[in-house]
């Protein structure tokens, strides 16, 4: 366990080194989320300036996709790419066979990456946001902590489902494209694009029954207050319930693509 | 002649190479229906919610949209490899075979570097074209369809352009140019929707040394009945002009930057 952990740390710092090697990709990845909270800002104000809002508020939108935003940045995980290039390059038999798991260097390689992006990108979103826009604070310390506990089950939710879709690249040949498919899935089912709210009620249905709204959406919804106090465990059972049968899944799918593994390089 | 008969068998070898992987050219394809469609039913359902914005009602909102991804997905199957590319070839020297060949050095690189990939957006923004052509209430006359014809040509211009112009540098600098990341961040987060709902200064930028709204917002306003923006209403017919004179800045910064070239491959 100790030897775990100091291996992750020394993995973090090695990936945080690498990080700011490359301060242009630091000063485009600060000016990209600058410029997606200005988008958003922008959107936001000329829909709501219409007036057909409901129940929902121009700082109650804007302090969703801004919280949504830094989570995606924290989250900012991509299995698929990572594993991917692993089974092209055929790095993957080498990794497989040292004496760390596989599993934790991709998550510590990633965490580095999550802990810079959020240092670059997401603090400066936060600041602007906070003195330009005004975000809403949370509505008690309590709700403050079970919206971190909530975010925290979320991002493991997140973690789980992109391993699951990263596995189909052992069996395909390429796997840029699943990158693409796991973005499609989280902005139709997960409300990273719009809050769920805002969703026709047969959507809002289909999105119940799947565990995509559990990253972002149930999270948000806790630090909003839209799920009334009494219902705020129940959701939580349902992301530990959901991290529960996503586990077992990426734990059987594993040891099937384990099997299936064809290294081409090397 | 000649020349468009050579590029038309470069890429037509291109093809043939990417088709040797049919799974992962038609995975592909499938990813990219799936996360345009997916984004233009949110941006659909956003404006849907609220009736309009800055004006644009849904259907509108998705014709400036699917124009814009239609342009842009024009422009980019010729310009975004070599765009991409531009840091590799100054570092690695490949750019000198560009020099040796019997044809245009530019048209050469274009060429070899085509990105057939983009069929899959051209698909799905035809879908939304015709999807969103059938529910707005313009009157289809042979002159709105040409016009209709033109402002997707000068708007594959005008993106090809502006690509070409802002990731050139890179020749130079030998790196990925924080110009061409500016160009990506702009026309990836703030172009998607009608420019007016941004503040006065933003539109006069994008109407001046930036005109990214001379690739929708200006020219679909002739076929809405519309005339918005802050300069006077002939802005909503310039763009042919824009994009002529954004060929010959090109050209001007093509030649520029190449006539000091000095390789640095082996």
Excluded at chain 1, 4 to 17: F, G, M, N, R, V
Excluded at chain 1, 67 to 89: F, H, K, P, Q, V
Excluded at chain 2, 44 to 49: C, E, H, K, Q
Excluded at chain 2, 95 to 120: K, Q, W
Aim: net charge positive; aromatic share 16%; proline share 4%.
């Amino acid at each position: 366990m100790v030897y775990s952990i100091k291996l992750y740390t020394q993995i973090i710092a090695k990936e945080a080194q690498r990080f700011f090697t490359y301060r242009v990709n630091i000063l485009s990845g600060c000016l990209t989320a600058l410029f997606m909270l200005g988008a958003r800002y922008a959107l936001w104000a000329a829909l709501f300036a219409a007036g057909n809002a409901g129940q929902s508020s121009l700082a109650e939108t804007m302090t969703y996709f801004v919280i949504c935003d830094i989570i995606m940045i924290w989250l900012a995980s991509s299995y698929g790419n990572t594993i991917g290039e692993d089974i092209r390059s055929g790095d993957i038999a080498q990794k497989l066979i040292k004496p760390c798991s596989y599993h934790l260097m991709l998550v510590s390689s990633f965490h580095a990456t999550s802990m810079t992006s959020t240092l670059t990108r997401a603090l400066p979103m936060f600041i602007i946001a906070v003195i330009f826009i005004g975000l809403l604070p949370p509505a008690s310390v309590v709700t403050l902590f079970v919206f971190l506990l909530s975010v925290i089950l979320g991002a493991v939710i997140y973690s789980l489902i992109d391993l699951i879709i990263s596995y189909t690249a052992f069996w395909l040949t390429d796997y840029w494209c699943l990158s693409w498919f796991k973005r499609a899935l989280f902005v139709l089912f997960g409300g990273l694009a719009l809050p769920l709210w805002f969703y026709p009620g047969w959507l809002y249905e289909v999105c119940k029954y799947l565990p995509f709204q559990y990253t972002i959406y149930t999270p948000l919804a806790v630090y909003l207050g839209r799920i009334p106090s009494g219902q705020v465990v129940f959701s939580i059972a349902l992301q530990l319930l959901w991290i529960c049968i996503l586990f077992l899944l990426e734990r059987i799918i594993w040891m099937y693509a384990k099997h299936k593994m064809t290294v081409q390089g090397g | 002649m000649h020349t468009f008969l050579l590029f038309c068998k470069i890429v037509k070898y291109r093809f043939r190479s990417i088709i040797e992987y049919p799974g992962a050219f038609i995975g592909g394809l499938a990813a990219q229906w799936l996360a345009y469609g997916i984004e233009m039913m949110m941006l659909f359902l956003i404006v849907w919610n609220f009736g309009t914005l800055a004006g644009w009602v849904p259907e509108e909102v998705i014709f400036l949209y699917a124009l814009w991804l239609l342009s842009y997905a024009i422009a980019a199957s010729f310009t975004f490899n070599i765009c991409r590319n531009f840091p590799q070839m100054a570092i690695n020297g490949s750019l000198d075979e560009a020099f040796i060949r019997p044809m245009s050095p530019i048209v050469y690189l274009i060429a070899t570097t085509y990105n057939l990939g983009y069929i899959s957006h051209i698909m799905i923004t035809t879908a939304a074209l015709i999807f969103s052509i059938s529910r707005l209430t313009v009157v289809w006359s042979v002159l709105n369809w040409f016009w209709l014809f033109l402002l997707i040509i000068t708007g594959a211009v005008i993106q090809g352009c502006m690509m070409l112009i802002c990731d050139m540098p890179a020749l130079r600098t030998r790196s990925q140019s924080p110009t061409g990341m500016f160009f990506w961040d702009v026309n990836w987060w703030l172009i998607q929707y009608p420019i007016s709902i941004y503040p006065r200064p933003v539109q006069l930028l994008f109407t001046s040394i930036l005109p990214f709204g001379f690739i929708g917002f200006y020219p679909v306003q002739v076929l809405l009945g519309k005339q918005e923006g802050i300069l006077p209403e002939i802005t909503i017919w310039l763009s042919p002009v824009v994009a002529v004179m954004l060929i010959f800045i090109t050209v001007l910064c093509w030649r520029g930057l190449t006539s000091r070239y000095e390789s640095a491959g082996t």
